[in-house]
């Protein structure tokens, strides 16, 4: 939840604005905004395809809130509806590339000679494609693992939770994110310079290759743009997990989690207040 408030509390804000309360249906989109968002972020790979798929998930939430009859926690109910959403949407713009691809993108533009761009620069473009080539590690799985793989390493949720979110058993969706992990594995740890120091490939001697291909364009670096979200607690992995795999995990997180966009958010509530957004009220 973007605001860490108490479940109980959540779930009273729940059933009021279920029953048409919309002063607690904003409690309860302020609860979920960020993690809607991030979750679409992370699947489509780019903040325009997010915004619209997660402003459509928190439209269904919020209109759906009479349907909610508690057999899981909200927010498990909130993480089923919106992989259920993602898996029908369209493919989102960047959802093209694939491992291979990726690979030879990586293979051709390495540049050992630096950059002639002053250094605040060529580290906020290092960052920018940093940011894009997790994006694209994840966008090579193919959408069933990369959601198991997404709720699990990076979204943190337990694997009885995730389960529950893509309505398998748990053992399925170990298997799920395992196959995950070994694909991201094998491709970092043969690329990767954050992942392992010794790999050739670092982020700043891509860049000027990426931008002569067009791959990323200076005025328009979206990812370094996003709000961030306020720090989270370290949350503890599990025991019986390699080390390596931790860290694969470390590499796709990234340095931030992702806010809900204002504008997005000021469109949902707009909704909202309006008459054009009725919530589903319980008989």
């Not at 959540?10 to 989109?29: F, I, P, Q, S």
């Not at 309505?167 to 070994?182: C, F, G, P, V």
Request: glycine share 6%; hydrophobic share 45%; net charge negative.
């Amino acid at each position: 939840m973007s605001i860490e408030e108490p479940a109980a509390d959540l779930a009273e804000h729940v059933r009021a604005a279920a029953t048409g309360d919309k002063a607690a249906a904003r409690a309860v989109l302020d609860a979920i905004e960020n993690d809607v968002y991030e979750l679409a972020l992370r699947m489509l790979g780019h903040p325009e395809d997010a915004q619209d798929a997660a402003q459509e998930i928190l439209v269904i939430v919020l209109t759906h809130l009479g349907s909610f009859r508690g057999e899981s926690a909200f927010k498990t109910w909130v993480w089923r509806v919106a992989a259920n959403h993602l898996a029908r949407v369209r493919r989102g713009r960047r959802e093209v590339v694939t491992f291979e691809i990726l690979g030879e993108r990586l293979e051709t533009g390495l540049r050992e000679e630096p950059s002639e761009r002053p250094d605040p620069e060529a580290e906020l473009l290092a960052k920018e494609l940093r940011l894009r080539c997790t994006e694209a590690m994840l966008l090579s799985l193919d959408r069933e693992l990369r959601i198991a793989y997404v709720l699990g390493d990076i979204l943190s949720l337990s694997g009885e939770e995730a389960a529950l979110v893509l309505e398998i058993d748990e053992a399925a969706y170990r298997k799920r994110l395992s196959r995950a992990r070994e694909r991201l594995y094998a491709f970092l740890r043969g690329w990767c310079g954050v992942f392992d120091p010794a790999n050739p490939c670092r982020c700043s001697g891509q860049v000027d290759c990426a931008i002569e291909r067009g791959l990323l364009v200076p005025q328009d670096l979206y990812f370094s743009k996003e709000r961030p979200r306020p720090a989270r607690a370290a949350i503890r992995r599990a025991t019986d997990e390699v080390t390596s795999l931790m860290h694969v995990a470390e590499v796709m997180r990234g340095p931030s989690s992702y806010a809900a966009p204002d504008a997005m958010v000021k469109s949902v509530r707009g909704l909202l207040d309006s008459n054009r957004l009725e919530l589903w009220r319980l008989p």
